[in-house]
């Protein structure tokens, strides 16, 4: 009987260790599915209307970003630079939240009313910015062709016009580096 208690003690402890691990990759399965389909409705988006969501609000025609706050550690000035080795200033406070609404039927920066992007009710936060599953807004990126992006090691997009970035699960200094971000499709760490 004690030999039976010892390895049932043994596969619930297997079986307990297990779960974890599975929900973690399932957390960043779910995140990058996310930034595929959001780079997707937006590349519809510049298909069907000819223009990015929001891009009125880029004043100065370079690639632009959103966030959530204009001093986002995560892209700042110097982050981007042209394939040449050209710096660009990006736009870093076009609202996250707006232009996932442009990608609803309602929104008054959708005249066809077509559905790019189909949100769950909890996707969003009472700001209507749409987070990853933990907790974080995605930050999108816009009209980035041919561009360098320096943070920690440098990231290489090439003839990708879009791509989306989740901070990835907690860890200690998310700041000092990518290696926990959760990319969209086609960006090369």
Known sequence: MLGVLTILAILLGIVLSIIPLTQHTAEKQKAATEANALVQALMHYRQVYGKWPCEE????????????ATNDELFTTN??????????VCTPDIDQAQIVRALLPDSPENPRRLLFLTLSSQACDTNGYWL???????RIVMDAEQIVFHFGTDLVFSNLPAFVISLGPPIANPVSSHSNWIFS?????
């Open 57 to 68: 609000a880029n004043s100065n025609g370079n690639p632009f970003v959103a966030g959530l």
């Open 132 to 138: 990853d599953p933990w907790n974080h807004p995605y």
């Open 185 to 189: 499709a086609g960006v090369r760490p």
């Open 79 to 88: 982050a981007f630079e042209s394939a040449d080795g050209t710096s660009i």
